[in-house]
């Protein structure tokens, strides 16, 4: 079964600081893995994915995220982070043989001035 | 376009009573999926559609809660006597293809009372 850990449950951050946020998975074929952004009263949505090829993934407003197969890890960053990214953070994992998403507790972002 | 929505934004209801909650996916989509995500948690997978058949109801918890999707566009989620631990946030999402990236509505704040 897969399973998805991010253990940080919330970080504080300082607005124009760089922002680290740390996935962990559990797959046994190639996974797929996203991050998605949850604000207050809204959906998720995503940032971005990785599916194959390059590791190192570009996605939305300004998140990049890397794939380490040797550490299982699919970590979020970004390098300068304004107050809008204040929200929660979800990583997931899913395959080309699992439609389903797995989703990790997530993480809760705050950014203070 | 319209991405997808899910109506009614918020249902409270008491104990023992049923439920419907809806879900209009992205025209076009013939994947849907239920998600449930309790407080402080990520979404947990309930049933996932493609077309108008239930393809992996392992997710629903039990035999109390149903979801149709008769015509493969419009899906219910249904919930007979409920209880005060269905109280969620149901997701819905939708995918052109299955193992495509999903994307989800709002959500339907439930609580049971």
């Known amino acids: 079964a897969q399973s998805v850990t991010q253990p940080d449950i919330h970080i504080t951050v300082s607005e124009g600081a760089s922002l680290e946020l740390r996935c962990n998975y559990s797959y046994g074929a190639t996974p797929y893995l996203f991050w998605y952004v949850q604000s207050p009263g809204q959906g998720l949505q995503l940032l971005l994915k990785?599916?194959?090829?390059?590791?190192l993934v570009q996605g939305i407003k300004g998140f990049e995220a890397e794939f380490k197969r040797s550490q299982s890890s699919f970590n979020l960053r970004k390098p300068s982070v304004h107050w809008s990214d204040a929200a929660e953070y979800f990583c997931?994992?899913?395959?080309?043989?699992?439609?389903?998403?797995?989703f990790g507790a997530g993480t809760t972002v705050t950014v203070r001035a | 376009g319209a991405g997808v929505s899910q109506t009614p934004s918020n249902k409270v209801t008491e104990k023992g009573k049923y439920v419907e909650l809806r879900c209009d996916p992205i025209?076009?989509?013939?994947?849907l999926y239920w998600y449930r995500q309790s407080l402080g948690q990520g979404p947990e997978f309930l049933i996932y559609f493609q077309g108008t058949g239930a393809a992996d109801d392992s997710g629903l918890p039990n035999d109390r809660f149903f979801a149709v999707r008769p015509e493969g566009s419009v899906s219910t989620l249904k919930i007979q006597r409920t209880e005060r631990g269905d109280s969620a946030v149901y997701l819905c999402?939708?995918?052109?293809?299955?193992?495509?990236?999903?994307?989800f509505g709002p959500g339907t704040r439930l609580t049971v009372l």
């Open positions: 997931a994992v899913g395959s080309s043989n699992d439609y389903k998403l797995s």
């Open positions: 999402a939708s995918s052109l293809e299955p193992n495509n990236e999903q994307f």
């Open positions: 025209s076009g989509h013939t994947a």
């Open positions: 990785y599916f194959s090829g390059d590791t």
